[in-house]
């Protein structure tokens, strides 16, 4: 971990500014992935700006009768939130199925959101990484791939993103709120947060330099029942290898978006309206394209099986 | 104290402490955080200053250039040693790979720098600014590749026959030849490598962790080019090894190294990210068995072979030894061939041989049980033995195998067991039951300890065993107690010194039979020694109750001490008599596995270890040593694997996200049974080793119990769930 | 740490920002002072900003009882009490924990007076090599708050429902804390044994 100076935020508009103004400047909230990367040297930050004491910790009903979700809330307040277990129950599903009590004690919603794929190669220095190092290459194609991508992937990088929570997140279509060093905010739809790899997967999301996010807002309840199924190979303090977010109504309708397959929560609003002829359906549009190895073909046997599973569930 | 002839009747079968349920004695130091493990010496006089290893980027090649100059500049940067800078440096004969590798690089994260300095931090952060060039060199990483390349090992009896086993097998009315693939796997000791190394002049004194620290000494030695007398190692509380700390690792070599450059105290624990590479593995095996019965479900031929490899220098997984011994038949072969390999070190892992030899040849004896219609249990049973199988003159010591298979069958309710796979369902879960044999062979090993009886009436015993959280502590305390007529509480019990007796130390399950029998050849001739002070006749006394007692004359032993108290050593030594029967360890696992007819997920329902292992010296350290072995075996069957990157040639999740192993919610019911049994060939406690017993057979009867719930049967662990998924009935 | 100034938090704080933009940057800056409460004692101490909060417990205020066992949050060997709440602490900065209550195994019970979690390990074995040991019993309490305080788990059936104590529970919540000697079942034990369930 290289050295860094030190400051506590005084107001978010602030932090932003000091962030924009310095490329080695960044945030840092819970610290679960970024000290884990600090440690590593994947992160090397020399200044880093803690967030914590902003208040946003804050889970609040929205006017159009939805929910803001302040960027610092812990993953295991959000969990716990009644509004939020009663009417995002997928969400709730989401943030119990990841990382362990410990750790959910500390990340927070916007770190969450943030934090970097586990690629194993990512983890490691010594190897040439696109996303690591632009232009280095790709070390993962052609080695172990178990955990990797199958869809949205590119020549550069097969990545995914590790999160839960953000797949809920994305089957409920809520909205990254933040703020610019101008002051000025932005509403970004989730789908639109996180980014393909493409020939850039050092650049992950719309962010920003500086731009910091100050909530997360989900839209009023959907109805139907919420799923969320993680497949890992241990029972617990596992990433997922498929996860599936479902919220299915009564007549088989709903929405589905994949964990574990992709650079980014995957969902294809097209595919939703299959979801009353069957899993095999839905997959066929949700993995169009899909781009496999040897070693993680078996993801979209095993993300249409959950699915699968999650319709027989939900019948009725 | 020479064992020669199988024991008689000693005190220890009185079992007043020995084999009593007794809590651990360092138990409430371990629950409070004030058992002190070899990074935390915290003597405000040590002072010690922090190492931070550097490992090679490469797997094989050579260093052409390496730039420190950055890092010694460094703030808070006390020395930078290189394998340059280090001096002449002799390879330990334990070793396989140099510790320090450079400018020769032998493979992946073999340490090539330490960094000294005042935090940890800053020692952290200028290890990074070392600068290295390589020259790669082609590397062989890829197991199945190489086995057409593999040799005969010279050494560790590669080869076994009896019979003739190639045209038997043709005969055989029944058979069956598979390949069977066991994976790399890592320790993942919660304890990472650690040592404190102090030199004072040309003395080192090392606090570090380590199962053996006798053979520690001689290695460091070998390694620094010094004399033994003038290193003394502690290790009293050791995080776990399960072999990975048998031998001497970089930690304790680099701190050494860099207290001498830093003028300081130096203390280093290996990164976890770097351990999985630098340390050692037990390595992957491609097992082939062939087996052949009559319709009667005779065993009338089995081979088994495995190929392992190694780095140069380096030995084969010795996974067919089990063979030899476990199933009768007339004839037989086993082969092991050793490919060369330029992955990290391959060395011992708790069980090694049988571990992975008996996760291929109990799912070989599953498959076979099916092809003949025999009931798993049964056929393991008809092909009991009681002499060696290949030296027929030779008998067990003891051997309840079948007994333990029995009972097990009746406690798990086994048959209630559907022999029809995939037929048992439980709302998602597709449930199915497996069964393994167990067996590990037991060794003894030559064992010293000190006894000291003080004005108090306690005895306080010194060795240099090690407990790596095996209970050793409590034991022996309960073996002196036993033998002084004592209550635990009267007895203190100081470990892992140099400075103490050398044991059998912590390793191949020896530990607790071979330690605590030292401990009873001291004790002999600490009542020897009591007996002859007070002139009572040695042969016609007894200890009991804090006295020492002869006829009607009754003293305290505290008294019989007097203020100068009496001291006793006493080494066990082993004769033939372990050499004239066979002596093993037997058991048998019965497990319930649910398989989610969805998603192929794979969990555990119940497991029950039978083991058959001599006496129990205390059933609540034993019971613990069989239900972790039997943890790390659903690891083994579900989820260890050290992915092999076959073109860099290294361990790719090297890590604990990356390398899972289970965690509290693979653990459901685990239900142990010991069968009462005394084995007087084994030493004169009559016990065996039940630690690496325990795991033995545990994932195949994993493995068995999914192909009983799916039908699918897989060869090649871990058997996670993309290896099943394709197999299991279609759905919606 | 060593060799470095004290410097007071409200200076760290004023200055930080001005100072990441200066090119003298001086080791001062790179250190700050912080103080919370270790198992009841107030503490004050001067840390490398890069010290996470395990570094300080096990290095400055030789409170080794805490364990690392990964420094990657992997693992769960750190795991601490923080104003109530579990963390894992080589996952959390020093400096973060200014005015913060830090409970470690060291302020649960001592060998001769042990909490009750501390003594039911003991009874029922749930350690060997006892290294995760002080992070199992600090979630192990911790737990036992977490379900009472109604903080749902990925096993818990009804969302809505009063949490209860269930082994299932139990195995979930402490799923973060990994024993590589394999004690699960006798830690469970230990955990029913205090939460009054039968074992
Ligand atoms: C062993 C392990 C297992 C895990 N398993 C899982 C799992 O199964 N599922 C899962 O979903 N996650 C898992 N996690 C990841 C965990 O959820 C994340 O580490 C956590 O959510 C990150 O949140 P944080 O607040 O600690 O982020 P930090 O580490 O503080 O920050 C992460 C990133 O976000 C940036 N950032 C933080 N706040 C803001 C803000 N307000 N605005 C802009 N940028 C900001 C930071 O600069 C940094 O780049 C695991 C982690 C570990 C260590
Ligand atoms: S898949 Fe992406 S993150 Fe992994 S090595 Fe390739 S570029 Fe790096
Ligand atoms: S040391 Fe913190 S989780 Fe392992
Ligand atoms: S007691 Fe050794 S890791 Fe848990």
């Known amino acids: 971990m290289r050295q860094f100076t030190y400051e506590r935020a005084t107001s978010a508009a602030s932090a932003a500014a000091a962030v924009a103004d310095n490329g080695n400047a960044k945030f840092i909230a819970g610290g679960t992935n970024l000290l884990d990367l600090m440690k590593l040297e994947i992160e090397t930050p020399t200044h880093l700006i803690d967030v914590n004491g902003l208040g946003l910790d804050k889970i609040e009903a929205t006017e159009k009768g939805g929910l803001k979700i302040g960027a610092l809330v812990r993953n295991t307040d959000l969990a716990a939130d009644e509004r939020v277990r009663r009417d995002y129950g997928v969400l709730t599903r989401a943030l119990v199925a990841g990382a362990s009590g410990q750790l959910r004690n500390k990340a927070t919603t916007a770190g969450n959101l943030l934090q970097r794929t586990r690629c194993p190669y990512f983890y490691d220095t010594n190897q040439p990484c696109n996303k690591r ?184 | 104290m020479r064992f020669d002839t199988p024991a008689t009747n000693n005190p220890i079968d009185q079992m007043k402490v020995v084999g009593q349920a007794i809590t651990r004695i360092d138990g409430p130091r371990k629950v409070t955080g004030t058992a002190t493990y070899a990074y935390e010496w915290h003597d405000a006089s040590l002072k010690a200053a922090y190492g931070y290893p550097v490992g090679a980027a490469i797997a094989k090649g050579r260093i052409s250039s390496m730039d420190v100059q950055a890092a010694r500049q460094a703030p808070g940067v006390l020395a930078v040693v290189t394998a340059e800078s280090a001096g002449k440096l002799g390879k330990g004969s334990l070793n396989t790979a140099t510790l320090m590798g450079g400018p020769e690089i032998q493979h992946y994260h073999q340490a090539i720098a330490v960094v000294v300095a005042e935090t940890f931090e800053q020692a952290r952060s200028a290890a990074q600014l070392i600068k290295v060039d390589y020259v790669e060199a082609p590397g062989a990483f890829d197991l199945a590749a190489e086995m057409e390349n593999a040799v005969k090992p010279e050494s560790g009896d590669p080869d076994s026959a009896a019979g003739d086993f190639g045209p038997a097998f043709e005969a055989a009315a029944v058979k069956l030849d598979e390949r069977y693939t066991t994976p790399d796997q890592s320790h993942a000791m919660m304890e990472p490598h650690a040592s404190l190394a102090v030199w004072n002049g040309d003395e080192l004194t090392l606090w570090t962790s380590n199962q053996m620290i006798a053979w520690n000494r001689a290695q460091i030695a070998a390694t620094l080019g010094m004399e033994e007398d003038k290193i003394h190692i502690m290790s009293p509380f050791i995080g776990g090894g399960f072999g990975s700390k048998l031998f001497l690792r970089s930690d304790a070599l680099l701190a050494a190294l860099g207290a001498k450059a830093a003028g300081r105290p130096v203390k280093l624990a290996l990164p976890r990210p770097f351990l999985m590479n630098n340390t050692t593995h037990r390595p992957a095996t491609i097992q082939r068995i062939r087996i052949g019965a009559g319709q009667d479900g005779r065993i009338t031929a089995i081979g088994h072979e495995s190929w392992s490899g190694d780095l140069p220098g380096g030995g084969p997984e010795a996974a067919v030894m089990q063979t030899r011994l476990l199933y009768a038949g007339q004839h037989r072969m086993t082969a092991m061939r050793l490919a060369t390999l330029d992955l990290p070190e391959g060395n011992a892992m708790r069980a090694p041989g049988e571990a992975p030899g008996l996760m291929a040849l109990e799912i070989a004896m599953d498959e076979m049980a099916e092809k003949l219609g025999i009931d798993p249990v049964e056929f393991r049973i008809i092909n009991d033995t009681q002499v060696d199988p290949e030296k027929p003159e030779k008998q067990f010591s003891h051997r309840q195998f079948v007994e333990c298979l029995r009972l097990g069958a009746e406690r798990f309710g086994w048959e209630r067991r559907n022999p029809t796979p995939g037929s048992v369902r439980d709302g998602r879960w597709l449930v199915g039951m497996g069964v393994a044999s167990a067996f590990r062979n037991n060794l003894v090993m030559k064992s010293g300890a000190r006894v000291r009886l003080d004005r108090e009436g306690v005895v306080t015993v010194e060795t240099d065993m090690t407990d790596i959280g095996t209970g050793t502590y409590t034991i022996i305390a309960q073996t002196a107690a036993e033998m002084m007529g004592l209550t635990v509480d009267k007895v203190a019990v100081n470990l892992g010194d140099t400075r103490f007796p050398v044991s059998a130390g912590s390793g191949g399950q020896w530990g607790a039979n071979s330690s605590t029998a030292g401990v009873y050849a001291a004790c002999v001739a600490l009542r020897e020694k009591i007996a002859q002070k007070l002139g009572f006749n040695s042969t016609d006394v007894t200890f009991a109750d804090g006295e020492i007692r002869s006829g009607n004359r009754a003293i305290s032993l505290a008294q019989a001490a007097g203020d100068d108290g009496i001291t006793a050593e006493d080494t066990i030594e082993y004769g033939d008599v372990s050499e004239e029967k066979q002596q093993s360890t037997f058991g048998a696992h019965f497990v319930e596995v649910g398989i989610d007819a969805y998603t192929a997920e794979i969990r555990v329902r119940r497991m029950l270890g039978v083991a058959a292992a001599g006496r129990i010296l205390n059933p609540i350290t034993a019971r613990s040593q069989m239900i972790g072995a039997m943890t790390m075996g659903v690891g083994g069957a579900f989820m260890e694997e050290l992915a092999v990157d076959k073109r860099r040639g290294f361990f790719v999740n090297h890590d604990l996200a990356g390398y899972e192993v289970p965690v509290h919610a693979d653990i459901h019911d685990q239900e142990v049974i010991f069968l009462d049994e005394t084995d007087p060939y084994s030493s004169p406690m009559k016990a065996k080793g039940v630690g690496e017993l325990g795991l033995c057979g545990v994932a195949a009867a994993l493995a068995n119990a999914v192909h009983n719930a799916t039908g699918v049967r897989v060869r090649n662990y871990p058997v996670t769930l993309d290896k099943i998924i394709r197999d299991l009935p279609r759905i919606g | 740490m060593v060799g470095t100034a004290a410097v007071s938090v409200a200076a760290a704080n004023a200055g930080a920002s001005a100072q990441a933009q200066s090119t003298t940057a001086t080791i001062d800056r790179h250190s700050t002072q912080v103080s919370f409460t270790v198992n009841g004692t107030r503490r004050e101490l001067t840390v490398d900003n890069r010290t996470t909060l395990l570094d300080a417990l096990r290095e400055q205020l030789a409170l080794t009882g805490t364990k690392k066992g990964c420094d990657h949050g992997q693992c769960g060997a750190c795991t601490v009490m923080v104003d109530g709440r579990r963390i894992n602490s080589c996952l959390s900065l020093a400096v973060m924990h200014e005015g913060d209550e830090i409970t470690t195994i060291e302020g649960l019970g001592t060998t001769s007076d042990m909490h009750p979690m501390q003594a039911a390990f003991v009874r029922h074995d749930g350690f060997q090599c006892g290294y995760c040991t002080p992070g199992q019993i600090c979630s192990s309490v911790a737990v036992l708050e977490e379900i009472a305080a109604g903080i749902p788990s990925h096993v818990t059936e009804d969302l809505a429902a009063q949490m209860q104590v269930t082994d299932a529970e139990i195995r979930e919540r402490m799923s973060g804390n990994i024993c590589r000697c394999g004690a699960y079942a006798n830690i469970i034990a230990a955990i029913n044994d205090v939460a009054g369930r039968p074992a």
């Open chain 1, 133 to 316: 190092q632009p232009g280095s290459g790709c070390s993962a194609i052609g080695g172990v791939t178990r955990q990797l991508g199958i869809v949205g992937v590119s020549d550069q990088c097969i990545a995914t993103h590790p999160s839960d929570m953000a797949v809920a997140m994305r089957a409920l279509d809520a909205t990254v709120e933040t703020v610019k060093s101008d002051g000025v905010t932005r509403s970004i739809p989730i789908a639109d947060f996180h980014r393909l790899p493409g020939d850039t997967p050092h650049i992950e999301t719309a962010l920003d330099q500086g731009e910091i996010i100050t909530a997360v807002t989900l839209p009023p309840p959907v109805a139907g029942r919420h799923v969320y199924r993680k497949v890992r190979d241990r029972a617990s303090y596992a990433f997922a290898l498929v996860s599936v977010a479902a919220i299915v109504r009564p007549d088989g309708t709903g929405r589905v978006a994949l964990g574990g397959v992709a650079h980014k929560p995957w969902r294809v609003e097209a595919a939703e309206a299959d979801m009353p002829n069957g899993a095999a359906t839905v997959m066929r549009k949700l993995l169009d394209g899909a781009r496999t190895t040897e070693e993680n073909e078996f993801k979209v046997t095993l993300a249409e099986r959950t699915l699968a599973g999650i319709l027989e569930e939900t019948k009725g």
